[in-house]
């Protein structure tokens, strides 16, 4: 019997889940962190996640409510408190989130019109020079040669391949917004500002005012512009591409919620650069973050902390003998909890087995449905399509047929793991449509519902973390040091990212001749004698 | 009895007189050996040090000529009718303690517990 009182999102599918709770349930909590939620207290009721549909989904709700009866058991009342509340943190963050989309947007579309602007800027400058002589003092001007033509062609191909080069490099949607400056990039940028600047004053005075008549050597100029830009393209690419490829830094990645560990090799990184690295490979490689698994230890620790109680014997004392007191409290707290004979770890083992084999069994049930309902579904073949007997179904069908007769084992599965907030009846019938369509066994399908996988895997809305802080000790544009620490966090948890340099390795060279290979046998004789 | 290879070995030693005894054909000794250069010596369960290759006294036979002359399992034997068994192979040290016109082999056996003995002793004074 399922003896949570958790409200569940499932139930809302049930034919007697209360209709008006529901959308305003549902309007909520497209703001909110469902986990945070969650995990608020174990004293009021814990709504977990409503599925992940937006509120014009109730015409799905009615469909789906013909199945409901096969789809796991419901859950026991909600309670009235904790559904119509809307805690202070929620508000900070539904601001939050207001201020800081408007605030990104601006920046991000500052810096895009700059380097529009600075583009431009660049690339028109030969071809000013080129076109301003004839505007200006066409009768002057010496015709152009054979060698000066050349040029034109040469010009204008340097200028595509730098136009080329230049959406290839700088044009692409950027990653992430960095919360200071991007420095190589800034650097860059003005050291072509400056380099264009002085271009154009020693054309403006030597070619402009004094109207030279040269029209190869100003043909000449524009195209060596053209080189320099070409080679200060090349810079970009060293710098902002190239040099930090080589591996310099190992970083251990540690989320603080459940420890669970990574390590990347990065190079010279700025620490906002690398934070971005990490962030983007936290997505794939950590288990997703599940604070369902987090309350055990939370509830022991209440109960470490419940057991003991100090009095005060000696009455009220002067105020500073307060902290006095308070200190020696504690003492004696961490003193009397030492001593006691705590059997809370006797618990926790009897827990942890009778755990693990609940688990074992749900799962060789589970397994066991699924395969046996794989079984009542079989692949059309060609000739059998054009015959078009009755009973012909699209995969979305298929699964929907076969779904029922493994959901109560799936759902009891999931609740017994705890992911149960992570997979919403939609999505797995999806996953199931996916894997017929695909041809996938059923270990295959079952694959991603046994083993928890990392963030990638659910759907959009479980990657509830986009809004990331950098918290670091030293300039978040300085570059990465050996031992040198910083915490990303966000809303419900933070990963804690520790540096360390990789030694320099010392390669020797040893030469071992084939030929000496040569063995014996061991012997271990006994004579008498 | 410690072993540096290169350096000349030092041991306390006791004189073991051993004669042999006709045994139908053959002069027995009525002790087995084990150990030599071109053995292994790691699998030596008598040796103090695991790299020492010489000839240990692995099997005494009960009331044969080695137990009455007192030799012990688990002894080194250093010398035989002078002929030095720390660097030998198994083989030479076989021969020399079999050879067939000798009656009697004087050994000079080394054990963990004669070294004790001395140093005790010294350390009465």
């Given at each position: 019997m399922d003896t949570e009182s958790a409200y569940s999102g499932y139930s809302y599918y049930s034919g007697r889940s209360r209709g008006s709770h529901r959308h305003g349930e549902r309007s909520r909590d497209r703001h909110k962190s469902r986990s945070k939620e969650s995990s608020r207290s174990e004293k009021s009721v814990t709504i977990n996640a409503p599925p992940a549909e937006p509120l014009l989904g109730d015409q799905s709700v009615r469909g789906e409510e013909v199945q409901d009866d096969n789809w796991g058991e419901t859950t026991t009342a909600v309670t009235g408190t904790s559904e119509h509340s809307l805690s202070q943190e929620d508000i900070v963050r539904i601001s939050k989130d207001l201020d800081d989309s408007v605030g990104l947007d601006c920046k991000r579309y500052l810096n895009v019109a700059l380097s529009v602007i600075l583009g431009l800027v660049v690339f028109l400058t030969p071809l000013a020079f080129l076109i301003l002589p004839h505007l200006l003092w066409p009768d002057r001007l010496r015709a152009c040669g054979t060698a000066c033509e050349g040029l034109f062609i040469s010009v204008a191909f340097k200028l595509l391949i730098l136009l080329l080069a230049v959406w290839a490099l700088f044009f692409r949607p950027p990653r992430a917004g960095l919360p200071r400056i991007f420095v190589f990039r800034a650097l860059l940028a003005t050291l072509v500002l400056l380099f264009v600047l002085s271009y154009w004053l020693f054309y403006g005075v030597r070619?402009?005012?004094?109207?030279?008549?040269d029209y190869q050597g100003i043909v000449q100029y524009a195209v060596s512009l053209v080189d320099a830009l070409l080679f200060i393209h090349y810079l970009a690419i060293v710098l902002l591409?190239?040099?930090?490829?080589?591996?310099?830094f190992s970083l251990c990645v540690t989320r603080s919620t459940d420890g669970a560990t990574q390590h990347y090799n990065l190079g010279q990184l700025s620490i906002q650069r690398a934070a971005v690295v990490i962030l983007e490979n936290y997505y794939k490689d950590f288990p997703v973050h599940n604070p369902a698994l987090l309350t055990a230890s939370k509830s022991r620790a209440a109960k470490h902390l419940a057991g003991l109680k100090v009095y005060n014997v000696d009455g009220p004392g002067e105020n500073n003998a307060a902290a006095g007191i308070a200190q020696s409290q504690s003492r004696a707290m961490i003193a009397a909890a030492a001593r006691r004979r705590d059997s809370s770890h006797n618990e926790l083992y009897y827990e942890e087995a009778e755990h693990e084999r609940r688990v074992r069994k749900r799962r060789a049930r589970l397994v066991v449905a699924v395969e046996e309902a794989f079984t009542h579904i079989r692949r059309m073949q060609e000739e059998e399509q054009k015959k078009a007997p009755g009973d012909v179904m699209d995969p979305r069908e298929a699964a929907q047929a076969i779904f029922p007769s493994m959901a109560r084992a799936l759902q009891k599965y999931l609740r017994t793991t705890r992911q149960q907030h992570l997979h919403s009846m939609e999505s797995i019938q999806q996953h199931l449509a996916f894997s017929i369509t695909n041809n996938m066994t059923p270990k295959a399908f079952l694959e991603s519902y046994l083993t928890t996988g990392p963030?990638?895997?659910?759907?959009?809305?479980?990657?509830?973390?986009r809004q990331w802080t950098l918290i670091s000790e030293?300039?978040?544009t300085s570059g990465l040091k050996d031992g040198s620490v910083f915490l990303l966090k966000c809303i419900d948890f933070s990963l804690v990212v520790t540096t360390k340099k990789i030694p320099y390795i010392q390669l020797a060279e040893e030469f071992i001749d084939p030929k000496s290979h040569k063995f014996m046998l061991r012997l271990q004789s006994e004579t008498s004698v | 009895m410690s072993f540096i290879p290169g350096q000349p070995v030092s041991a306390v030693v006791q004189r073991i007189e051993i004669h042999k005894l006709w045994d139908g054909d053959n002069l027995i000794l009525g002790f087995s050996i084990g150990g030599g250069i071109d053995q292994d010596p790691s699998q030596n369960p008598f040796s103090e040090d695991k790299a020492d290759k010489g000839i240990y006294v692995t099997r005494v036979s009960k009331g044969g000529p080695a137990e009455v002359a007192g030799l012990r399992l688990g002894d080194k034997i250093m010398q035989v009718n002078g002929w030095d068994m720390t660097m030998v192979t198994h083989d030479q040290a076989r021969k020399k303690l079999t050879k067939k016109n000798e009656d009697v082999v004087r050994l000079l056996v080394t054990r963990r517990s004669l070294e004790d003995a001395v140093r005790q002793s010294m350390m009465q004074h």
């Open positions: 070619i402009l005012d004094s109207q030279d008549e591409e190239l040099r930090q490829l080589q591996p310099f963030t990638l895997q659910y759907g959009k809305d479980r990657w509830l973390a030293a300039s978040v | -």
